[in-house]
Nanobody
Framework: QVQLVESGGGLVQAGGSLRLSCATSGGTFYNMGWFRQAPGKEREFVAGISSTSARIYYADSVKGRFTISRDNAKNTVYLQMNSLKPEDTAVYYC???????????????WGKGTLLTVSS
């Protein structure tokens, strides 16, 4: 069983930066990712990283602005978000999967989410 707990959300002005963290237990050998769900919209993929950090994948909407990383010694996955835009406002979820797949409907484990609000 993998447990995921997100933290680091909050209110930030457009153009600002924030780092989200996802503390995991049992997730060291899993691919880890971040998804987000804006009000009234479906959950969407943001970024993914393999268990060894050898593979990283971003959604086009965040490429060049967000950076995913992980520290397996600390059992933590991070999402560094720069140049934030109001459209980045969403609940951000951490997810884990044994397979390299990034489906909002198909991940093995999910956290409960942390809210990011970007003001204009």
């Amino acid at each position: 069983q993998v447990q995921l707990v997100e933290s680091g959300g909050g209110l930030v002005q457009a153009g600002g930066s924030l780092r989200l963290s996802c503390a995991t237990s049992g997730g060291t050998f899993y691919n880890m990712g971040w998804f987000r769900q804006a009000p009234g919209k479906e959950r969407e993929f943001v970024a993914g990283i393999s268990s060894t950090s050898a593979r990283i994948y971003y959604a086009d909407s965040v490429k060049g602005r967000f950076t995913i990383s992980r520290d397996n010694a600390k059992n933590t996955v991070y999402l560094q978000m720069n140049s934030l835009k109001p459209e980045d406002t969403a609940v951000y979820y951490c997810a884990a999967d044994r397979e390299w797949r990034w489906s909002a409907d198909g991940m093995d484990y999910w956290g409960k989410g942390t809210l990011l609000t970007v003001s204009s």
